[in-house]
């Protein structure tokens, strides 16, 4: 089971409200690459991974839920002040008549998040490599969002987030190494 | 928001040292999953389990729980509902 800590992972601050940002945020939301395929992806994978990874799909997993917690965050604060006409310029006004400010699990073009996006394999190479370039992809679009504002609080935020894909890609790509090793010990007997 | 219980410099600063210290927990953590064997890492780790407590507790007993179901206990009236919750900080 999972406790609920009452704080966020890394402090989340914005300086302006900016709905147009919170909707190019949303890809990190429910798009393919987001936090919330990242989470259950890590997490759906860890009943069938050998033991020896176990434990880092489902820690890994469980600090997705908290990095999906800090992206709402800032679309809550970058919209909680937004007018509808605001709304509208942004180019939310579909969002708006569906879901007024409420957060919704879909991507920066409206798409909703889909289970498609994720895969498990059984395989578990196929699913650690799945995993890594999962972080790879994230960290890029972290990078594009950070280029997208001039915001420098909303920036702090996802510079922090784009690090962590960083982590997550290292620490994959060693549980690859130990399977190997695991698979080449198996072989000598 | 008037029903918003207002909170003081004090929380934010005590709040930053949790999530730095538990920035190293999280950090230590994945480390040690894929190496086991590291007994500095591993020493580090249990050092910050002690340090984290000793900042939890504090903010505990002037801002309420910070962990739901029995993780922490809560003053009367019930204090796990109030806010800000982490999105309202």
Same mark, same amino acid.
């Given at each position: 089971?999972?406790?609920? $800590?009452?704080? *966020?992972?890394?402090?989340?601050? &914005?300086?302006?409200?900016?709905?147009?940002?919170?909707? =190019? =945020?949303?890809?990190?939301?429910?798009?393919?690459?987001?936090?919330?395929?990242?989470?259950?992806?890590?997490?759906? #994978?860890?009943?069938? %991974?050998?033991?020896?990874?176990?434990?880092?799909?489902?820690? %890994?997993?469980?600090?997705?839920?908290?990095?999906?917690?800090?992206?709402?965050?800032?679309?809550?604060? =970058?919209?909680?002040?937004?007018?509808?006409? #605001?709304?509208?310029?942004?180019?939310?006004?579909?969002?708006? &008549?569906?879901?007024?400010?409420?957060?919704?699990?879909?991507?920066?073009?409206?798409?909703?998040?889909?289970?498609?996006? %994720?895969?498990? +394999?059984?395989?578990?190479?196929?699913?650690?490599?799945?995993?890594?370039?999962?972080?790879? +992809?994230?960290?890029?679009?972290?990078?594009?969002?950070?280029?997208?504002?001039?915001?420098?609080? *909303?920036?702090?935020?996802?510079?922090? *987030?784009?690090?962590?894909?960083?982590?997550?890609?290292?620490?994959?790509?060693?549980?690859?190494?130990?399977?190997?090793?695991?698979?080449?010990?198996?072989?000598?007997? | 928001?008037?029903?918003?219980? #207002?909170?003081?410099?004090?929380?934010?600063?005590?709040?930053?040292?949790?999530?730095?210290?538990?920035?190293?927990? &999280? $950090?230590?953590?994945?480390?040690?999953?894929?190496?086991?064997?590291?007994?500095?890492?591993?020493?580090?780790?249990?050092?910050?389990?002690? $340090?984290?407590?000793?900042?939890?507790?504090?903010?505990?007993?002037?801002?309420?729980?910070? #962990?739901?179901?029995?993780?922490?206990?809560?003053?009367?009236?019930?204090?796990?509902?109030?806010?800000?919750?982490?999105?309202?900080?």
């Amino acid at each position: 089971m999972w406790y609920y $800590e009452k704080k *966020l992972q890394y402090p989340v601050r &914005v300086s302006k409200c900016d709905p147009y940002m919170a909707k =190019l =945020l949303l890809e990190q939301y429910g798009g393919a690459d987001g936090e919330l395929a990242a989470a259950l992806r890590y997490l759906n #994978q860890r009943y069938t %991974i050998p033991n020896k990874v176990i434990g880092l799909l489902n820690d %890994i997993g469980t600090e997705e839920f908290a990095h999906l917690e800090m992206i709402a965050t800032m679309v809550y604060k =970058l919209t909680k002040d937004a007018t509808p006409e #605001q709304l509208r310029a942004a180019g939310l006004a579909d969002h708006y &008549v569906n879901h007024d400010k409420a957060l919704y699990y879909q991507n920066a073009s409206g798409v909703p998040w889909t289970a498609a996006y %994720i895969q498990a +394999k059984g395989d578990p190479i196929a699913d650690l490599y799945e995993d890594i370039a999962a972080e790879e +992809k994230a960290r890029a679009t972290y990078q594009w969002l950070i280029d997208m504002t001039d915001d420098v609080d *909303l920036q702090d935020g996802l510079k922090f *987030l784009r690090q962590r894909e960083v982590v997550h890609s290292q620490r994959f790509r060693e549980a690859v190494e130990l399977l190997k090793e695991e698979r080449d010990r198996k072989k000598i007997f | 928001m008037s029903d918003m219980r #207002q909170v003081d410099e004090r929380y934010y600063q005590l709040l930053e040292q949790l999530q730095a210290v538990d920035f190293v927990l &999280v $950090e230590l953590n994945l480390y040690l999953d894929t190496h086991n064997d590291d007994v500095d890492a591993l020493n580090q780790f249990n050092y910050y389990v002690q $340090e984290r407590w000793k900042i939890a507790r504090e903010i505990e007993s002037s801002y309420g729980p910070l #962990q739901g179901f029995g993780n922490s206990a809560s003053g009367f009236p019930w204090q796990w509902d109030d806010t800000p919750w982490p999105w309202q900080v």
